[in-house]
């Protein structure tokens, strides 16, 4: 389009000829040269280029520093305004001019800097690098599980072939042909200088004693250096107890001694693994580089192709023998940390935990309910060193990136009096100091490439020269440590940085074409993409799809850059002004509680995520559906009211309201009386009490399986939660039955063992403000239409536990499980707890009147060890199992099923069909597992008869 009149035109100098807004006179000569191999993606043709003829003030080209960026990067200086400067270069120049006035076609342009500003979005993207980098990846994560005689012979072959194809590219008159087959060559080579990485780093874990004493299972004395942070598990249940936490670190073994004396220097990655010690503490307490002597038991790592070349297991001594202390840098590194940790003490308890997690990847605090909860909306990212952390504290240093290289630049540089040098200068230090706080390992070096690249993507607009600035960190990060290429988290990491580059400037001009305000379309656009190419990997390690990642990230988005500043300024005041570092971590504070909360209340919703297939099945199966939605997305966008519509439906799916739910998957079903919830190796039951109201026996292991349960059964009050005994299978998952309920009470057994699971029970629901009782035996009680009586355990004598003739039927926690009799709506429902056959027949014979029931929660999750009279004489209608799928105990027994259906029962159980509700009356009882198949019980009448005397009973072995 050829300007009008009243618009001046632009000296021919400052017109950029390669541009196709370029005026229909443009050189000839000065159009861009395309490299061979070059992969470029078509121009928008949809507007003219020109500029203002203003008069240029302090901005024109010849105040501008040259040959220098605010990242330190040098740049051509040679550029005169007499000489052609193609494509970016141009760009530059033409955008540095300021105005004094704006004409009509500037006005229109979503850029204040009219549509000349080179920050374009549809520009062409050079990928000549990718090829190589990710040829260096594929062959790196392949190499690290072969051998060194495969790699070599694979190594050599593809350089030949490269040789070839170079030697043929050279004779090849026709330039496409030949760039082509240079950049296969490229390919190649980048494949063998990964693969070659990749079988020297995987000759330091075979080399030296250690696999050998590892597959032997050998005790040795070791002389270790530790490679990273040492931390803390989180408890995990196994069976009925809770396994210790234990402190987990990577080191290099430079010293080994077996137990014959024979020591070998060394130099052997190795995981050290330190449990079953109360030295805990002392373990944490060390830094990287420190050297330490330990006695271990060597095994081999869980995969042959793993890091380490074994696991070093501590389970005794007084503590780490520290032979060698931390390098300097690392001291300096571990006082800024302990000196952030000192200043959010006093911070509530999200806001201590989260606070250094959010400013240098410091999760050691974060409980298990809020790490839970950052994964349920996919702001794990943010626990995590990230790339924007260091985006966000260069920013402040110069200001909106785009405005860097300006004489409008603006942030803490100009203010200060700092040059385009200085500033280059300060922002250098800023990312060194950067990587020496958050730990110079392999991910923090990933976080600080990554971050840079994007703060540059963000602030020259050049995306053709920053996807090859990617790939080249990519490259040079997987020659430096191969093993990056088996790391979720390095994967995650490129993504989501290739993600922001590429579709999330062309999904916020489609956006703002659609009147989306600019800075909204952005936020959303980059969410949006980091989350489409970041959702499929998630899968494969999850099974699991956040339909509330997108809304969260918005909502805690305008908090992160707060929270940083402020944290990293308590940081660095901390070791000399600490009243100074508790005011600034005060201040921070509070939008790290805003992120926590949001974090909470997201991962609180009942649709916050949604199953799937898992495994890269799963992933390619969402990766179609992604571009699929993707493609449909761009119509819907020209319909508001189908915009509209699926707004809805989606608000409909993360809320997941029980009538709606209910009419779509059949689940609550109308009138439910009890269901027992699908928690895994555990007991979890819900009595219906009322709308929304429900009495809960149980919580099972994990707390995630009950709060989904009590979520999908519309459950917002608890008037009283029973826990039978103190078995982790039983009681673990009591955070998730607190999470966002109103419970009245907890009632327990009488005999708190083990202490540990007990003690988590009282101080979890102390920390809730609910108070824990000890059960009575024959105490009843009703709530609603829901009646009950509590038989066992027998009341407790004076110093004691139990009374003297009881105590002899209470050999251990499942034992004392509180048993209880309930009716409701005419149904009788006995609930066992885990009674072993001793108590089970005590029990049977301290309540001779004990009727028959219509529902029988089994004992011990249907274990062999079932007393068959106690069976007999109840005579179930329902018998209801709550087992695992593939657990270890082999629960349920094939002889409790039989037993129970020789009697007549209907034998329901969680590991193979789901959650199971119970339903109807004393006339018409039915039951209904999760996904609609109906079962009706037998009929009261048809009871059989019940048992009389049994002769050869002997004490049955005791289950685990």
């Known amino acids: 389009m050829t300007p009008s009149p009243a618009t001046p035109q632009p ?172 950049a296969l060559a490229a390919v190649l080579l980048g494949a063998v200088a990964g693969a070659a990485s990749a079988a020297l780093h995987a000759a330091d874990v075979r080399r030296g004693p250690l696999p050998e004493l590892a597959r032997r299972h050998a005790q040795v004395t070791a002389e270790v250096e530790l490679t990273g942070d040492p931390r803390l598990t989180r408890p995990r249940v196994s069976g009925a107890r809770q396994a210790p936490p234990a402190v987990v670190f990577t080191a290099e073994a430079l010293r080994v001694a077996a137990r014959d004396g024979t020591v070998t220097a060394t130099r052997t990655p190795v995981l050290v693994v330190v449990h079953r010690t109360k030295h805990l503490v002392d373990w944490q307490r060390l830094l990287p580089s420190t050297r330490v002597r330990l006695t271990a038991r060597a095994a081999p790592p869980l995969q042959s192709a793993d890091r380490a070349a074994a696991a070093l297991r501590v389970t005794t001594g007084p503590g780490p023998q520290v032979v060698g202390t931390p390098d300097a840098l690392q001291r300096l590194a571990g006082d800024l940390r302990a000196g952030l940790r000192e200043a959010s003490d006093g911070l509530s308890p999200d806001a201590r935990a989260l606070l250094p997690g959010l400013v240098v990847g410091d999760t050691a605090r974060v409980p298990p309910d809020l790490d839970d909860a950052f994964r349920t909306t996919d702001l794990t990212h943010l626990l995590a060193v990230s790339g924007s952390n260091l985006t966000i504290l260069l920013v402040l240093l110069i200001g909106p990136p785009h405005l860097a290289v300006r004489a409008e630049r603006r942030g803490l540089a100009p203010i200060l009096g700092l040059s385009l040098r200085a500033t280059a200068l300060v922002g250098g230090s800023i990312a060194l100091a950067f990587v020496i706080v958050c730990r110079p390992d392999p991910s923090v070096l990933r976080a600080a490439a990554c971050g840079l690249i994007t703060l540059l993507a963000i602030g020259t607009g050049r995306r053709r020269s920053l996807v090859p600035a990617l790939a080249a960190a990519v490259l040079v990060l997987v020659l430096y440590d191969p093993w990056l290429a088996r790391s979720y988290g390095f994967l995650l990491s490129v993504l989501a940085t290739g993600a922001l580059l590429t579709l999330a400037p062309r999904w916020s001009a489609a956006l703002q074409r659609r009147r989306v305000p600019p800075r909204l379309a952005e936020v959303l656009a980059a969410a949006a993409a980091a989350q489409a190419v970041c959702a499929p990997v998630v899968v494969v390690l999850a099974a699991r799809v956040g339909l509330v990642a997108i809304p969260c990230n918005l909502l805690a988005e305008p908090a992160v850059a707060p929270a940083t500043v402020l944290g990293f300024a308590a940081l660095a005041t901390a070791p000399f002004a600490p009243p100074l570092a508790h005011a600034l971590a005060w201040c921070a504070s509070w939008p790290t509680e805003w992120i926590a909360g949001v974090a909470r209340t997201g991962a609180g919703l009942p649709g916050a995520e949604l199953d799937w297939p898992g495994g890269w099945a799963g992933a390619l199966l969402l990766a179609v559906v992604t571009v699929a939605f993707v493609l449909v997305g761009r119509r819907l966008l020209r319909r508001p009211w189908l915009c509209v519509l699926g707004v809805l439906t989606l608000l409909v799916a993360i809320l997941r309201p029980v009538p709606v739910t209910r009419v779509i998957t059949g689940w609550p079903p109308q009138g439910w009386r009890a269901v027992a919830c699908d928690v895994g190796q555990g007991d979890g039951l819900v009595i219906a009490a009322g709308e929304g109201t429900a009495l809960v026996v149980d919580t099972g292991p994990e707390p995630d399986a009950i709060d989904r349960c009590l979520t999908d059964l519309g459950v917002r009050r608890i008037p009283l939660l029973v826990l039978t005994h103190f078995h982790a299978d039983h009681v673990s998952g009591l955070p ?143 018998a209801l199992i709550s087992c695992g799928a593939g657990n270890p105990y082999g629960h349920p027994a094939p002889r409790t099923v039989q037993t129970l259906r020789s009697q007549g029962a209907r034998v329901l159980r969680t590991d193979t069909d789901g959650a199971i509700a119970v339903l109807g009356g004393r006339d018409r009882l039915t039951t209904t597992v999760r996904g609609g198949r109906r079962s009706p019980a037998r009929p009261p009448g048809r009871r059989r008869a019940r048992a009389g005397s049994c002769t050869g009973c002997s004490t049955p072995c005791r289950s685990p």
């Open 11 to 182: 000296p021919p100098h400052l017109t950029n000829p390669s541009s196709p807004h370029s005026p229909p006179h443009t050189a000839p000569h000065a159009a861009p040269h395309t490299a061979p191999g070059a992969i470029t993606a078509p121009a928008d043709t949809s507007g003219a280029a020109t500029l203002d003829s203003a008069v240029p003030d302090a901005a024109t080209p010849d105040s501008t520093v040259p040959g220098i960026t605010p990242l330190g990067i040098t740049t051509s200086d040679t550029a005169t305004p007499n000489t052609a400067v193609p494509d970016t270069a141009t760009s530059d120049l033409a955008t540095s001019h300021t105005t004094t006035g704006r004409s009509p076609l500037h006005a229109a342009a979503s850029s204040p800097y009219g549509s000349a500003d080179p920050r374009r979005p549809d520009e062409a993207v050079d990928l000549r690098l990718v090829g190589p980098a990710s040829a260096a990846w594929g062959a790196a994560a392949l190499a690290l599980g072969w051998s060194g005689g495969s790699v070599a012979a694979a190594g050599a072959g593809a350089a030949a072939l490269a040789a070839i194809v170079v030697v043929v590219a050279v004779r090849r008159p026709e330039r496409r042909t030949a760039g082509a087959l240079i």
């Open 736 to 878: 998730g039955v607190l999470r966002g309920r109103s419970v009245g009470a907890i009632e327990t057994t009488t005999l708190p063992e083990p202490p540990g699971q007990a003690a988590f029970v009282h101080r979890t629901a102390a920390a809730a403000g609910v108070p824990v009782t000890g059960s009575t035996p024959g105490e009843r009680r009703s709530l609603g239409p829901l009646t009950w009586q509590v038989l066992w355990p027998p009341a407790a004598d004076p110093g004691h536990p139990f009374s003297a003739p009881a105590s002899r039927a209470v050999e251990g926690p499942n034992d004392a499980s509180v048993t209880l009799l309930l009716r409701t709506f005419g149904l009788t429902f006995l609930l066992l707890g885990d009674l072993e056959p001793i108590s089970q027949q005590a029990l049977s014979s301290a309540l001779p009147d004990l009727p028959a029931v219509d529902v029988l929660k089994v004992a011990h999750h249907g274990s062999a060890y079932q007393d068959p009279r106690l069976i007999r004489r109840l005579a179930p209608r329902v």
